[in-house]
């Protein structure tokens, strides 16, 4: 909707999308200037606005009930497993075969959570547009 001559919209978008620039393309459409006045994320992966705390909450309920775990923070992101051997790689920070792996693997570009055999996150990885292949951090 709009009120006046500020527009107000709403969009559901992909990783990369970039909502300034989508507002300039309204602005230049309707041979006009504009800029963003406010921007929110209402979510992320499967976090929402919705389901935030207050500063305030976190203190009174506590560290352990105010925060995700590990599994619970990273379970959006899609899965590359790790070979029995590769746990073990990662806690002595030799990465080299890992990424090797992951840039040869054929998946599509994102972020992948590196698990182990037990399930719990070992890493995140980033693998490229160009099938290049970033450590980002270890949990081990």
Known sequence: GHEGSNVRFRAECSKGTYIRVLAQDFAHRLDTAGFVSQLRRDAVGDFALSQA?????????????????????????????????????????????????????????????????????????ELTDKKRANFLRAFV
Do not use: M
């Open 53 to 125: 705390i207050t500063l305030e909450d976190a203190q009174t309920r506590g560290p352990a009930a105010s925060t995700l775990t590990l599994a619970q923070a990273t379970a959006f992101l899609p899965v590359f497993p790790l070979l029995p051997n590769e746990n073990a790689l990662l806690a002595v920070g030799k990465i080299d075969g890992l990424l090797a792996r992951l840039s040869n693997s054929g998946l599509p570009a994102n972020i992948y959570c590196a698990r182990a055999e037990t399930d719990a996150p070992a890493a995140l990885l």
